[in-house]
């Protein structure tokens, strides 16, 4: 049970490159999200979505799109990388369905390591 | 604005010693608090919390949530070096957005 992947583990880009993060799970779960890490700031939420076709912005957005055209990957892109979005990037999804008091836990990806200089 | 508060920041203690980490939180619409453990890569999970005064317990490590004080702790007895980590403690607010703390650094001494 693979759980939920991310690629690559390490990038480096070039301010104004562009790219995407790629994230799968393969555990059917609905919800979805991207955060950051950086030191001091804990995980702060990117984008996230509750099911094939439909994404929403957390709290920390600009600069990244995602989509979701499966319920199995949730990409996330830089269209023009700056040095602030130098971070570590996790994906994590849950089980997830309209009308639940409570959440499932977040299952972690092993993250991606992202430097733009 | 939603927050999640952990401390202490960071903390060393040596094998065998008792340690408690704390996490408040203020929340409009708490759903539940979950504690993760964090070593060199993803998070991995340790408690959901939902209700107040329930322990939840796994090995040497335990829970336990005041809905009422808005806060939660994680213990840990006889701590041993691979106890050593990031512990995160995020809280779930039913619009399916976690809200994580800073994190606590914990580490352990042989």
């Known amino acids: 049970n693979a759980g939920v992947t991310q690629t690559p583990k390490f990038q480096v880009l070039k301010t104004g490159q562009s790219m995407t993060l790629q994230c799968a799970q393969d555990?059917?779960?609905?919800?979805m999200s991207w955060y950051r890490q950086d030191p001091g700031m804990g995980l702060r939420l990117i984008h996230y979505?509750?099911?094939?076709?439909?994404?929403d912005q957390g709290e920390v957005p600009n600069g990244y799109n995602v989509s979701r055209s499966t319920t199995e990957d949730f990409p996330l892109r830089l269209l023009s990388a700056a040095p602030s979005q130098t971070s570590v990037y996790f994906c994590?999804?849950?089980?997830?369905?309209?009308?639940?008091?409570?959440?499932?836990?977040?299952?972690f990806g092993n993250g991606t390591r992202l430097t733009v200089t | 604005e939603d927050k999640v508060v952990q401390s202490p920041l960071s903390l060393v203690v040596h094998e065998g010693d008792t340690v408690t980490l704390n996490c408040s939180y203020e929340?409009?619409?708490?759903?539940?608090l979950l504690w993760y453990k964090q070593e060199k890569k993803a998070p991995t999970f340790l408690f959901m919390l939902?209700?107040?005064?329930i322990e939840k317990k796994s090995g040497r490590l335990s829970s336990i949530l005041d809905k009422k004080e808005l806060f939660s702790i994680l213990n840990i007895t006889a701590t041993q070096t691979g106890d050593s980590a990031v512990y995160l403690c995020?809280?779930?607010?039913?619009?399916?957005?976690?809200?994580f703390g800073t994190g606590t650094r914990l580490k352990v001494l042989a």
């Open positions: 994590a999804s849950s089980y997830s369905r309209a009308g639940l008091s409570y959440n499932s836990p977040l299952h």
């Open positions: 555990m059917n779960h609905e919800y």
């Open positions: 979505s509750v099911g094939a076709g439909i994404t």
């Open positions: 929340v409009t619409n708490f759903r539940s």
């Open positions: 939902t209700s107040s005064g």
């Open positions: 995020a809280v779930y607010d039913g619009t399916y957005k976690y809200i």
